[in-house]
Protein backbone atom coordinates (compact mmCIF):
# COMPACT_ATOMS: atom_id res chain seq x y z
CA UNK A 1 0.00 0.00 0.00
CA UNK A 2 1.58 3.15 -1.06
CA UNK A 3 1.18 6.42 0.95
CA UNK A 4 2.05 9.56 -0.44
CA UNK A 5 2.66 12.59 2.14
CA UNK A 6 0.66 15.16 -0.12
CA UNK A 7 -2.60 12.76 1.41
CA UNK A 8 -2.11 12.41 4.61
CA UNK A 9 -3.61 9.00 6.02
CA UNK A 10 -6.91 8.43 6.82
CA UNK A 11 -7.32 8.64 10.65
CA UNK A 12 -6.75 5.42 12.38
CA UNK A 13 -10.31 4.85 13.90
CA UNK A 14 -12.44 4.47 10.64
CA UNK A 15 -9.51 2.41 9.10
CA UNK A 16 -9.61 -0.32 11.96
CA UNK A 17 -13.62 -0.24 12.20
CA UNK A 18 -13.58 -1.49 8.70
CA UNK A 19 -10.99 -4.06 9.24
CA UNK A 20 -12.74 -5.33 12.22
CA UNK A 21 -16.61 -5.25 10.93
CA UNK A 22 -14.69 -8.07 7.88
CA UNK A 23 -13.56 -9.71 10.81
CA UNK A 24 -17.20 -11.14 11.99
CA UNK A 25 -17.50 -12.87 8.73
CA UNK A 26 -14.20 -14.80 8.86
CA UNK A 27 -15.52 -18.03 10.46
CA UNK A 28 -17.72 -18.11 8.28
CA UNK A 29 -15.39 -17.80 5.42
CA UNK A 30 -13.41 -20.23 7.34
CA UNK A 31 -15.70 -22.60 7.12
CA UNK A 32 -16.57 -22.60 3.59
CA UNK A 33 -13.18 -22.68 2.70
CA UNK A 34 -12.74 -25.88 4.28
CA UNK A 35 -15.81 -27.73 3.55
CA UNK A 36 -16.40 -26.16 0.08
CA UNK A 37 -13.32 -24.41 -1.38
CA UNK A 38 -10.48 -26.40 -0.40
CA UNK A 39 -11.54 -29.90 -1.11
CA UNK A 40 -13.25 -28.27 -4.63
CA UNK A 41 -9.70 -26.82 -5.43
CA UNK A 42 -8.14 -30.28 -4.51
CA UNK A 43 -10.59 -31.66 -7.52
CA UNK A 44 -9.23 -28.73 -9.48
CA UNK A 45 -5.74 -29.31 -9.21
CA UNK A 46 -5.90 -32.98 -9.15
CA UNK A 47 -7.53 -32.92 -12.17
CA UNK A 48 -4.46 -31.57 -14.03
CA UNK A 49 -1.71 -33.93 -12.39
CA UNK A 50 -0.24 -37.37 -13.40
CA UNK A 51 0.90 -39.72 -10.25
CA UNK A 52 3.94 -37.92 -10.09
CA UNK A 53 2.22 -34.53 -9.47
CA UNK A 54 3.71 -33.28 -12.76
CA UNK A 55 0.94 -31.03 -15.06
CA UNK A 56 -0.84 -32.83 -17.56
CA UNK A 57 -4.16 -33.21 -19.56
CA UNK A 58 -4.17 -36.78 -19.86
CA UNK A 59 -6.38 -37.12 -17.31
CA UNK A 60 -9.13 -34.65 -19.47
CA UNK A 61 -8.53 -36.12 -22.46
CA UNK A 62 -9.24 -39.31 -20.22
CA UNK A 63 -13.10 -37.90 -20.35
CA UNK A 64 -13.32 -38.34 -23.67
CA UNK A 65 -13.62 -41.96 -24.17
CA UNK A 66 -16.84 -43.53 -25.45
CA UNK A 67 -18.00 -45.16 -22.22
CA UNK A 68 -17.47 -42.27 -19.94
CA UNK A 69 -18.86 -39.99 -22.99
CA UNK A 70 -21.98 -42.43 -22.74
CA UNK A 71 -22.47 -41.71 -18.80
CA UNK A 72 -22.07 -37.97 -19.33
CA UNK A 73 -24.89 -38.40 -21.97
CA UNK A 74 -26.96 -40.28 -20.21
CA UNK A 75 -26.69 -38.29 -17.17
CA UNK A 76 -27.37 -35.45 -19.16
CA UNK A 77 -30.03 -36.79 -21.09
CA UNK A 78 -32.50 -37.69 -18.26
CA UNK A 79 -31.85 -34.05 -16.72
CA UNK A 80 -32.36 -32.51 -19.28
CA UNK A 81 -36.10 -34.76 -20.16
CA UNK A 82 -36.91 -34.30 -16.47
CA UNK A 83 -36.18 -30.85 -16.49
CA UNK A 84 -38.74 -30.09 -19.33
CA UNK A 85 -41.31 -32.05 -18.41
CA UNK A 86 -40.91 -31.08 -14.72
CA UNK A 87 -40.66 -27.42 -15.51
CA UNK A 88 -43.80 -27.87 -18.01
CA UNK A 89 -46.03 -29.84 -15.64
CA UNK A 90 -44.88 -28.07 -12.66
CA UNK A 91 -45.50 -24.18 -14.01
CA UNK A 92 -48.67 -25.94 -15.46
CA UNK A 93 -49.95 -26.50 -11.91
CA UNK A 94 -48.70 -23.61 -10.00
CA UNK A 95 -50.52 -21.82 -12.62
CA UNK A 96 -53.61 -24.08 -11.71
CA UNK A 97 -53.57 -23.34 -8.09
CA UNK A 98 -52.79 -19.57 -8.17
CA UNK A 99 -54.45 -18.04 -11.02
CA UNK A 100 -56.24 -20.94 -12.71
CA UNK A 101 -59.62 -20.94 -11.03
CA UNK A 102 -59.03 -23.59 -8.91
CA UNK A 103 -61.33 -23.42 -5.57
CA UNK A 104 -58.50 -21.41 -2.89
CA UNK A 105 -58.63 -24.61 -0.18
CA UNK A 106 -56.60 -26.78 -2.95
CA UNK A 107 -53.63 -24.20 -3.06
CA UNK A 108 -52.24 -25.13 0.47
CA UNK A 109 -52.59 -28.68 0.03
CA UNK A 110 -50.58 -28.90 -3.29
CA UNK A 111 -48.20 -26.71 -1.92
CA UNK A 112 -47.75 -29.39 1.14
CA UNK A 113 -47.37 -31.81 -1.26
CA UNK A 114 -45.57 -30.77 -3.01
CA UNK A 115 -42.62 -29.52 -0.25
CA UNK A 116 -42.57 -33.03 0.71
CA UNK A 117 -42.08 -34.84 -2.52
CA UNK A 118 -39.68 -32.43 -3.58
CA UNK A 119 -37.47 -33.30 -0.76
CA UNK A 120 -38.44 -36.86 -1.24
CA UNK A 121 -35.90 -38.60 -3.47
CA UNK A 122 -33.50 -41.31 -2.66
CA UNK A 123 -33.93 -44.72 -1.52
CA UNK A 124 -37.75 -44.73 -0.51
CA UNK A 125 -38.39 -42.91 -3.73
CA UNK A 126 -36.65 -45.92 -5.82
CA UNK A 127 -38.57 -48.61 -3.77
CA UNK A 128 -42.01 -47.00 -4.26
CA UNK A 129 -41.50 -46.60 -8.03
CA UNK A 130 -40.54 -50.52 -8.00
CA UNK A 131 -43.47 -51.74 -6.07
CA UNK A 132 -45.30 -49.17 -8.69
CA UNK A 133 -43.62 -50.14 -12.19
CA UNK A 134 -41.51 -52.99 -11.47
CA UNK A 135 -42.11 -56.45 -13.45
CA UNK A 136 -45.27 -57.18 -11.14
CA UNK A 137 -45.87 -53.75 -10.09
CA UNK A 138 -49.08 -52.68 -8.77
CA UNK A 139 -49.71 -50.24 -11.90
CA UNK A 140 -48.05 -52.63 -14.52
CA UNK A 141 -50.55 -55.25 -13.46
CA UNK A 142 -53.38 -53.00 -13.80
CA UNK A 143 -52.42 -51.91 -17.33
CA UNK A 144 -51.72 -55.82 -18.03
CA UNK A 145 -54.62 -56.96 -16.69
CA UNK A 146 -57.19 -54.24 -17.08
CA UNK A 147 -56.49 -52.77 -20.09
CA UNK A 148 -54.38 -54.94 -21.57
CA UNK A 149 -51.13 -53.26 -21.73
CA UNK A 150 -48.40 -55.34 -21.20
CA UNK A 151 -45.61 -52.57 -20.64
CA UNK A 152 -42.79 -55.52 -19.97
CA UNK A 153 -43.80 -56.91 -23.61
CA UNK A 154 -43.47 -53.50 -24.96
CA UNK A 155 -39.24 -52.99 -23.66
CA UNK A 156 -40.48 -51.10 -20.65
CA UNK A 157 -38.47 -51.27 -17.40
CA UNK A 158 -38.88 -49.05 -14.67
CA UNK A 159 -34.63 -50.60 -14.53
CA UNK A 160 -34.08 -48.10 -17.37
CA UNK A 161 -33.41 -45.02 -18.26
CA UNK A 162 -37.38 -44.45 -18.93
CA UNK A 163 -38.12 -45.71 -15.78
CA UNK A 164 -35.77 -43.52 -13.94
CA UNK A 165 -36.90 -39.98 -15.52
CA UNK A 166 -40.45 -40.89 -14.38
CA UNK A 167 -38.71 -41.32 -10.43
CA UNK A 168 -36.55 -38.27 -11.10
CA UNK A 169 -40.06 -36.31 -12.14
CA UNK A 170 -41.41 -37.48 -8.54
CA UNK A 171 -39.22 -34.58 -7.33
CA UNK A 172 -38.29 -32.12 -10.09
CA UNK A 173 -42.21 -31.14 -11.57
CA UNK A 174 -43.08 -30.28 -7.21
CA UNK A 175 -39.83 -28.26 -7.25
CA UNK A 176 -41.10 -26.82 -9.89
CA UNK A 177 -44.07 -25.67 -8.47
CA UNK A 178 -42.82 -24.54 -5.57
CA UNK A 179 -40.78 -21.97 -7.38
CA UNK A 180 -43.27 -20.56 -9.70
CA UNK A 181 -46.28 -19.79 -7.45
CA UNK A 182 -44.41 -16.78 -6.16
CA UNK A 183 -43.72 -16.20 -9.65
CA UNK A 184 -47.95 -16.50 -10.75
CA UNK A 185 -48.43 -14.34 -7.33
CA UNK A 186 -46.24 -11.50 -8.98
CA UNK A 187 -47.99 -11.52 -11.89
CA UNK A 188 -50.44 -8.76 -10.88
CA UNK A 189 -54.23 -8.49 -11.63
CA UNK A 190 -54.87 -4.85 -12.99
CA UNK A 191 -51.83 -6.37 -15.93
CA UNK A 192 -54.65 -8.87 -16.80
CA UNK A 193 -57.25 -5.98 -16.51
CA UNK A 194 -55.63 -3.73 -17.92
CA UNK A 195 -55.02 -6.07 -20.72
CA UNK A 196 -59.20 -6.60 -21.00
CA UNK A 197 -59.30 -2.78 -21.18
CA UNK A 198 -57.51 -2.30 -23.84
CA UNK A 199 -59.34 -5.18 -25.63
CA UNK A 200 -57.15 -8.03 -25.54
CA UNK A 201 -57.71 -11.19 -24.99
CA UNK A 202 -56.27 -13.55 -22.00
CA UNK A 203 -54.29 -15.37 -25.43
CA UNK A 204 -53.37 -11.61 -26.30
CA UNK A 205 -52.61 -11.16 -22.10
CA UNK A 206 -50.59 -14.43 -22.10
CA UNK A 207 -48.76 -13.68 -25.26
CA UNK A 208 -47.61 -10.09 -24.74
CA UNK A 209 -47.55 -9.74 -20.81
CA UNK A 210 -47.67 -12.84 -18.94
CA UNK A 211 -45.13 -15.20 -21.08
CA UNK A 212 -42.60 -12.45 -21.55
CA UNK A 213 -42.46 -11.87 -17.90
CA UNK A 214 -42.55 -15.38 -16.55
CA UNK A 215 -40.06 -16.46 -19.32
CA UNK A 216 -36.66 -15.63 -16.75
CA UNK A 217 -37.96 -17.69 -14.36
CA UNK A 218 -39.27 -20.39 -16.00
CA UNK A 219 -36.14 -20.90 -18.04
CA UNK A 220 -34.00 -20.26 -14.67
CA UNK A 221 -36.17 -22.85 -12.64
CA UNK A 222 -35.39 -25.40 -15.69
CA UNK A 223 -31.51 -24.96 -15.40
CA UNK A 224 -32.54 -25.29 -11.91
CA UNK A 225 -34.36 -28.58 -12.50
CA UNK A 226 -31.37 -29.82 -14.52
CA UNK A 227 -28.46 -29.13 -12.21
CA UNK A 228 -31.12 -31.29 -9.63
CA UNK A 229 -30.86 -34.22 -11.58
CA UNK A 230 -27.83 -34.13 -12.69
CA UNK A 231 -26.21 -33.86 -9.17
CA UNK A 232 -28.33 -36.85 -7.88
CA UNK A 233 -27.20 -39.91 -7.22
CA UNK A 234 -29.03 -42.22 -4.39
CA UNK A 235 -32.13 -42.67 -6.44
CA UNK A 236 -30.35 -44.32 -9.37
CA UNK A 237 -28.19 -46.52 -7.18
CA UNK A 238 -31.55 -47.69 -6.03
CA UNK A 239 -33.26 -48.01 -8.90
CA UNK A 240 -31.22 -48.93 -11.75
CA UNK A 241 -28.20 -49.76 -10.15
CA UNK A 242 -25.51 -50.64 -12.50
CA UNK A 243 -28.33 -51.26 -15.40
CA UNK A 244 -27.87 -47.12 -15.88
CA UNK A 245 -24.56 -45.59 -15.60
CA UNK A 246 -25.20 -42.42 -14.99
CA UNK A 247 -21.84 -40.37 -14.34
CA UNK A 248 -22.66 -39.79 -10.63
CA UNK A 249 -22.47 -43.89 -10.39
CA UNK A 250 -18.92 -43.79 -12.16
CA UNK A 251 -17.28 -41.31 -9.54
CA UNK A 252 -19.27 -43.28 -7.10
CA UNK A 253 -17.06 -46.59 -8.57
CA UNK A 254 -14.21 -44.49 -8.55
CA UNK A 255 -14.68 -43.36 -4.88
CA UNK A 256 -14.78 -47.21 -3.83
CA UNK A 257 -11.81 -47.57 -5.87
CA UNK A 258 -13.01 -50.41 -8.46
CA UNK A 259 -10.65 -52.28 -11.25
CA UNK A 260 -10.69 -49.25 -13.50
CA UNK A 261 -9.49 -46.89 -10.95
CA UNK A 262 -7.88 -44.13 -12.22
CA UNK A 263 -7.30 -41.21 -9.54
CA UNK A 264 -6.17 -38.62 -12.35
CA UNK A 265 -9.21 -39.38 -14.39
CA UNK A 266 -11.62 -39.63 -10.79
CA UNK A 267 -10.66 -35.89 -10.01
CA UNK A 268 -11.15 -35.22 -13.80
CA UNK A 269 -15.00 -36.99 -13.89
CA UNK A 270 -15.59 -34.45 -10.65
CA UNK A 271 -14.48 -31.86 -12.01
CA UNK A 272 -16.45 -32.05 -15.24
CA UNK A 273 -19.78 -32.48 -13.36
CA UNK A 274 -18.67 -29.21 -11.59
CA UNK A 275 -18.06 -27.20 -14.85
CA UNK A 276 -21.18 -28.17 -16.03
CA UNK A 277 -23.46 -27.89 -12.85
CA UNK A 278 -21.37 -24.20 -12.35
CA UNK A 279 -22.23 -23.25 -16.19
CA UNK A 280 -26.03 -23.90 -15.41
CA UNK A 281 -25.65 -22.18 -12.28
CA UNK A 282 -24.76 -19.30 -13.90
CA UNK A 283 -27.12 -19.26 -16.30
CA UNK A 284 -29.97 -19.68 -13.59
CA UNK A 285 -28.16 -16.77 -11.70
CA UNK A 286 -28.12 -14.30 -15.00
CA UNK A 287 -32.18 -15.12 -15.64
CA UNK A 288 -32.91 -14.60 -11.82
CA UNK A 289 -31.79 -11.39 -12.01
CA UNK A 290 -34.19 -10.97 -15.48
CA UNK A 291 -36.62 -12.33 -13.68
CA UNK A 292 -36.42 -9.74 -10.30
CA UNK A 293 -37.23 -6.46 -12.20
CA UNK A 294 -40.82 -7.90 -12.29
CA UNK A 295 -41.56 -9.40 -9.55
CA UNK A 296 -41.84 -7.64 -6.46
CA UNK B 1 -79.22 -21.73 -7.19
CA UNK B 2 -77.99 -21.76 -10.39
CA UNK B 3 -75.21 -24.70 -11.49
CA UNK B 4 -71.83 -22.94 -12.20
CA UNK B 5 -70.93 -23.48 -16.06
CA UNK B 6 -67.44 -24.63 -15.65
CA UNK B 7 -64.97 -22.18 -18.41
CA UNK B 8 -62.46 -24.39 -20.01
CA UNK B 9 -60.27 -22.49 -18.54
CA UNK B 10 -61.00 -23.84 -15.20
CA UNK B 11 -61.74 -27.05 -16.49
CA UNK B 12 -57.90 -27.14 -17.83
CA UNK B 13 -56.90 -26.44 -14.55
CA UNK B 14 -58.82 -29.14 -12.71
CA UNK B 15 -57.41 -32.04 -15.64
CA UNK B 16 -53.58 -30.43 -14.48
CA UNK B 17 -54.55 -30.99 -10.74
CA UNK B 18 -55.85 -34.12 -11.44
CA UNK B 19 -53.13 -35.64 -13.06
CA UNK B 20 -50.53 -34.24 -11.18
CA UNK B 21 -51.87 -35.57 -7.71
CA UNK B 22 -52.54 -38.60 -9.11
CA UNK B 23 -48.22 -38.70 -9.70
CA UNK B 24 -47.76 -37.97 -6.85
CA UNK B 25 -50.31 -40.05 -4.43
CA UNK B 26 -50.84 -42.93 -6.81
CA UNK B 27 -47.28 -44.68 -5.73
CA UNK B 28 -47.81 -44.24 -2.48
CA UNK B 29 -51.21 -45.49 -1.88
CA UNK B 30 -49.80 -48.61 -4.45
CA UNK B 31 -46.42 -48.42 -1.53
CA UNK B 32 -48.72 -48.41 1.42
CA UNK B 33 -50.73 -51.35 0.09
CA UNK B 34 -48.00 -53.59 -0.41
CA UNK B 35 -46.51 -52.40 3.13
CA UNK B 36 -49.60 -54.33 4.08
CA UNK B 37 -49.43 -57.74 2.34
CA UNK B 38 -46.60 -58.98 4.01
CA UNK B 39 -49.05 -61.88 5.34
CA UNK B 40 -50.24 -64.01 2.72
CA UNK B 41 -54.07 -63.22 1.92
CA UNK B 42 -54.82 -60.84 4.86
CA UNK B 43 -53.91 -56.98 5.14
CA UNK B 44 -51.54 -56.68 8.23
CA UNK B 45 -48.90 -54.28 9.89
CA UNK B 46 -46.31 -57.20 9.76
CA UNK B 47 -43.84 -55.15 7.57
CA UNK B 48 -44.38 -52.74 10.09
CA UNK B 49 -43.41 -54.82 13.24
CA UNK B 50 -40.77 -56.65 11.31
CA UNK B 51 -38.79 -53.21 10.68
CA UNK B 52 -39.01 -52.51 13.84
CA UNK B 53 -38.04 -55.58 15.78
CA UNK B 54 -35.72 -57.27 13.29
CA UNK B 55 -32.53 -56.52 11.34
CA UNK B 56 -32.38 -56.39 7.48
CA UNK B 57 -28.94 -59.31 7.44
CA UNK B 58 -30.85 -61.69 10.26
CA UNK B 59 -27.28 -61.61 12.31
CA UNK B 60 -27.69 -60.78 16.03
CA UNK B 61 -30.29 -60.14 18.38
CA UNK B 62 -29.60 -56.52 19.23
CA UNK B 63 -31.33 -53.80 19.03
CA UNK B 64 -32.83 -53.57 15.63
CA UNK B 65 -30.62 -51.67 13.34
CA UNK B 66 -33.57 -49.17 12.63
CA UNK B 67 -33.59 -47.35 16.00
CA UNK B 68 -29.69 -47.61 16.00
CA UNK B 69 -29.42 -46.08 12.71
CA UNK B 70 -32.52 -43.66 12.79
CA UNK B 71 -30.55 -41.95 16.14
CA UNK B 72 -27.32 -41.85 14.67
CA UNK B 73 -29.23 -39.85 11.68
CA UNK B 74 -30.81 -37.85 14.20
CA UNK B 75 -27.97 -36.98 16.11
CA UNK B 76 -25.64 -36.11 12.89
CA UNK B 77 -28.91 -33.81 12.05
CA UNK B 78 -28.69 -32.13 15.13
CA UNK B 79 -25.62 -31.42 14.96
CA UNK B 80 -26.04 -30.12 11.34
CA UNK B 81 -28.66 -27.76 12.96
CA UNK B 82 -25.98 -26.67 15.72
CA UNK B 83 -23.48 -25.69 13.44
CA UNK B 84 -26.03 -23.97 10.91
CA UNK B 85 -26.77 -21.80 13.58
CA UNK B 86 -23.51 -20.83 14.71
CA UNK B 87 -22.10 -20.12 11.74
CA UNK B 88 -25.21 -18.48 9.52
CA UNK B 89 -27.07 -16.13 12.03
CA UNK B 90 -24.64 -14.51 13.15
CA UNK B 91 -22.63 -14.19 9.93
CA UNK B 92 -26.22 -13.28 8.05
CA UNK B 93 -26.77 -10.79 10.79
CA UNK B 94 -23.20 -8.99 10.61
CA UNK B 95 -23.59 -8.59 6.95
CA UNK B 96 -26.98 -7.48 7.49
CA UNK B 97 -25.79 -4.65 10.18
CA UNK B 98 -21.92 -3.93 9.39
CA UNK B 99 -20.79 -5.42 5.93
CA UNK B 100 -24.02 -5.15 3.10
CA UNK B 101 -20.68 -5.28 0.91
CA UNK B 102 -20.05 -8.34 1.75
CA UNK B 103 -23.55 -9.71 0.48
CA UNK B 104 -22.41 -10.53 -3.30
CA UNK B 105 -19.92 -13.08 -1.31
CA UNK B 106 -22.18 -14.40 0.53
CA UNK B 107 -25.20 -15.00 -2.10
CA UNK B 108 -22.21 -16.77 -4.39
CA UNK B 109 -21.62 -18.98 -1.31
CA UNK B 110 -24.83 -19.78 -0.96
CA UNK B 111 -25.80 -20.73 -4.95
CA UNK B 112 -22.30 -22.60 -5.36
CA UNK B 113 -23.37 -25.74 -3.24
CA UNK B 114 -25.43 -26.45 -6.38
CA UNK B 115 -22.58 -27.10 -8.37
CA UNK B 116 -21.40 -29.61 -6.14
CA UNK B 117 -23.41 -32.61 -5.72
CA UNK B 118 -23.38 -34.41 -2.78
CA UNK B 119 -21.09 -37.53 -4.78
CA UNK B 120 -19.19 -34.31 -6.20
CA UNK B 121 -18.68 -33.68 -2.51
CA UNK B 122 -18.12 -36.62 -0.93
CA UNK B 123 -15.52 -37.71 -3.71
CA UNK B 124 -13.41 -34.16 -3.01
CA UNK B 125 -13.75 -34.48 1.20
CA UNK B 126 -12.12 -38.37 1.08
CA UNK B 127 -9.49 -37.39 -0.76
CA UNK B 128 -8.67 -33.94 0.88
CA UNK B 129 -9.39 -35.08 4.25
CA UNK B 130 -8.82 -39.00 4.13
CA UNK B 131 -5.09 -38.77 3.80
CA UNK B 132 -2.26 -37.21 5.39
CA UNK B 133 -1.75 -34.99 6.75
CA UNK B 134 -5.16 -34.51 7.86
CA UNK B 135 -6.24 -38.36 7.94
CA UNK B 136 -9.89 -37.42 9.32
CA UNK B 137 -11.61 -40.33 8.57
CA UNK B 138 -9.21 -42.52 10.52
CA UNK B 139 -11.26 -41.46 14.02
CA UNK B 140 -15.30 -41.63 14.00
CA UNK B 141 -15.25 -38.15 15.30
CA UNK B 142 -13.27 -36.54 12.26
CA UNK B 143 -14.95 -38.86 10.00
CA UNK B 144 -18.64 -37.60 11.83
CA UNK B 145 -16.99 -33.87 11.65
CA UNK B 146 -16.64 -33.76 7.19
CA UNK B 147 -20.41 -35.86 7.30
CA UNK B 148 -21.68 -32.31 9.64
CA UNK B 149 -20.14 -30.03 7.32
CA UNK B 150 -20.92 -30.93 4.55
CA UNK B 151 -24.41 -31.50 5.78
CA UNK B 152 -24.17 -28.09 6.69
CA UNK B 153 -23.14 -26.87 3.09
CA UNK B 154 -25.68 -28.77 1.97
CA UNK B 155 -28.64 -27.28 3.71
CA UNK B 156 -26.99 -23.73 3.71
CA UNK B 157 -28.75 -22.38 0.70
CA UNK B 158 -31.85 -22.63 1.87
CA UNK B 159 -30.64 -21.98 6.10
CA UNK B 160 -28.71 -18.76 4.36
CA UNK B 161 -31.83 -17.74 2.62
CA UNK B 162 -34.26 -18.52 5.27
CA UNK B 163 -31.85 -16.33 8.35
CA UNK B 164 -31.46 -13.54 5.73
CA UNK B 165 -35.38 -13.23 4.70
CA UNK B 166 -35.85 -13.45 8.72
CA UNK B 167 -33.60 -10.51 9.30
CA UNK B 168 -34.89 -8.05 6.61
CA UNK B 169 -38.44 -8.38 7.61
CA UNK B 170 -36.97 -7.20 11.39
CA UNK B 171 -35.00 -3.67 12.21
CA UNK B 172 -31.59 -5.03 12.72
CA UNK B 173 -29.76 -2.00 13.10
CA UNK B 174 -32.56 -0.19 15.81
CA UNK B 175 -32.62 -2.92 17.78
CA UNK B 176 -28.66 -3.70 17.88
CA UNK B 177 -28.20 -0.03 18.74
CA UNK B 178 -30.99 -0.02 21.22
CA UNK B 179 -29.38 -3.22 22.75
CA UNK B 180 -25.93 -1.45 22.82
CA UNK B 181 -27.47 1.90 24.24
CA UNK B 182 -28.61 -0.74 26.99
CA UNK B 183 -25.46 -1.48 27.59
CA UNK B 184 -25.74 -5.33 26.00
CA UNK B 185 -22.82 -7.17 24.54
CA UNK B 186 -22.48 -8.73 20.97
CA UNK B 187 -23.19 -12.32 22.54
CA UNK B 188 -26.75 -10.90 24.11
CA UNK B 189 -27.54 -9.15 21.15
CA UNK B 190 -27.17 -12.17 19.03
CA UNK B 191 -28.86 -14.31 21.68
CA UNK B 192 -31.50 -12.75 22.95
CA UNK B 193 -32.62 -9.88 20.61
CA UNK B 194 -31.82 -11.04 16.95
CA UNK B 195 -32.16 -14.94 17.67
CA UNK B 196 -35.79 -14.97 19.44
CA UNK B 197 -36.61 -12.53 16.36
CA UNK B 198 -35.54 -15.25 13.82
CA UNK B 199 -37.51 -18.29 15.65
CA UNK B 200 -39.75 -18.73 12.26
CA UNK B 201 -36.64 -18.92 10.57
CA UNK B 202 -34.53 -21.32 12.28
CA UNK B 203 -37.27 -23.15 13.14
CA UNK B 204 -38.18 -24.00 9.13
CA UNK B 205 -34.72 -23.93 8.47
CA UNK B 206 -33.42 -26.67 10.75
CA UNK B 207 -36.82 -29.11 10.19
CA UNK B 208 -35.69 -28.78 6.55
CA UNK B 209 -32.36 -29.86 7.54
CA UNK B 210 -33.31 -32.78 10.16
CA UNK B 211 -35.93 -34.13 7.13
CA UNK B 212 -32.86 -34.13 4.39
CA UNK B 213 -30.41 -35.26 7.03
CA UNK B 214 -32.59 -38.64 7.77
CA UNK B 215 -32.86 -39.81 4.58
CA UNK B 216 -29.79 -38.71 3.37
CA UNK B 217 -27.38 -41.60 1.44
CA UNK B 218 -24.69 -40.38 -0.41
CA UNK B 219 -22.66 -38.99 1.93
CA UNK B 220 -23.41 -40.88 4.85
CA UNK B 221 -22.58 -44.14 3.05
CA UNK B 222 -19.70 -43.34 1.98
CA UNK B 223 -18.01 -41.92 5.07
CA UNK B 224 -19.62 -44.73 7.05
CA UNK B 225 -19.58 -47.86 4.92
CA UNK B 226 -20.31 -49.94 7.99
CA UNK B 227 -24.04 -48.12 7.05
CA UNK B 228 -25.12 -46.98 10.18
CA UNK B 229 -26.87 -43.76 8.43
CA UNK B 230 -30.75 -44.26 8.02
CA UNK B 231 -30.41 -43.92 4.39
CA UNK B 232 -27.77 -47.11 4.34
CA UNK B 233 -29.73 -48.74 6.29
CA UNK B 234 -32.93 -48.36 4.34
CA UNK B 235 -30.90 -49.58 1.33
CA UNK B 236 -29.95 -52.53 2.89
CA UNK B 237 -33.32 -53.52 3.77
CA UNK B 238 -34.17 -52.72 0.24
CA UNK B 239 -31.18 -55.44 -1.00
CA UNK B 240 -32.85 -58.32 1.53
CA UNK B 241 -36.28 -57.86 2.62
CA UNK B 242 -39.32 -57.36 0.25
CA UNK B 243 -42.21 -56.13 1.86
CA UNK B 244 -40.20 -54.11 4.73
CA UNK B 245 -38.77 -51.48 1.77
CA UNK B 246 -42.10 -50.56 1.56
CA UNK B 247 -42.89 -50.09 5.03
CA UNK B 248 -39.83 -47.61 5.47
CA UNK B 249 -40.70 -45.38 2.95
CA UNK B 250 -44.32 -45.09 4.18
CA UNK B 251 -42.52 -44.32 7.56
CA UNK B 252 -39.73 -41.95 5.72
CA UNK B 253 -42.40 -40.27 4.04
CA UNK B 254 -44.20 -39.79 7.19
CA UNK B 255 -41.19 -38.44 8.67
CA UNK B 256 -40.51 -35.74 5.88
CA UNK B 257 -44.36 -34.91 5.86
CA UNK B 258 -44.24 -34.15 9.62
CA UNK B 259 -41.24 -31.63 9.50
CA UNK B 260 -43.12 -29.95 6.38
CA UNK B 261 -46.39 -29.75 7.68
CA UNK B 262 -44.80 -28.24 10.75
CA UNK B 263 -42.77 -25.85 8.87
CA UNK B 264 -45.86 -24.57 7.03
CA UNK B 265 -47.76 -23.87 10.48
CA UNK B 266 -44.76 -21.74 11.93
CA UNK B 267 -43.69 -19.89 8.61
CA UNK B 268 -47.32 -19.35 7.50
CA UNK B 269 -46.61 -16.65 4.58
CA UNK B 270 -43.04 -16.12 4.64
CA UNK B 271 -40.88 -17.16 1.85
CA UNK B 272 -40.58 -21.47 1.53
CA UNK B 273 -39.46 -22.14 -1.36
CA UNK B 274 -37.44 -25.38 -0.66
CA UNK B 275 -35.14 -28.10 -1.99
CA UNK B 276 -31.93 -29.62 -0.71
CA UNK B 277 -28.82 -29.61 -2.90
CA UNK B 278 -27.93 -32.92 -1.54
CA UNK B 279 -29.68 -35.53 -3.21
Known sequence: MQVTLDHPPAPALPIRRVSLAWVGVLPFLLFAFIFLLFPSLTILTNSFRDRQGAFTLDNLSGIFTPSILQSYGVSIQISLVTAILGAGLGALLAWAITIGGLPRAIRGWVITFCSVAANFGGIPLAFAFITLLGRTGALTKFLRDGIGIDLYNNGFSIYTVAGLTLAYLYFQFPLMVLIMVPAFDGLRREWREAAANLGGSTLDFWRHVGIPILLPSFLGSTVLLFGNAFGAFATAEALTGSKVDVITRVISRQIRGDVLYNPGLSYALALGMIVILAISITLYVWLQRRTARWLR | ?279
Do not use: H
Open chain 2, 1 to 279: MAVKKLNPTTLFAWVILILCAAYLIVPLLTQFDYSLRMRRDVLSFDAYTSVLSTNPDDNGQGIPRFYTSLLFSTLMAFFTILVSILIIVPTAYWVNYRVPKFKPVMDFFTVLPFAIPGIVLTFGYLRTYSAQPFALTNTEVGTAVILIGGYTIGVMPYTYRAVDTGLRAIDVRTLTEAARSLGAGWGDIILRVILPNLRVAVLSASLLTFAIAIGEYTLANFLFPDERAFGSYMAAVGRNRIFEPAALTIISYALVWVCVLVIQRVARGTDQTQAASIR
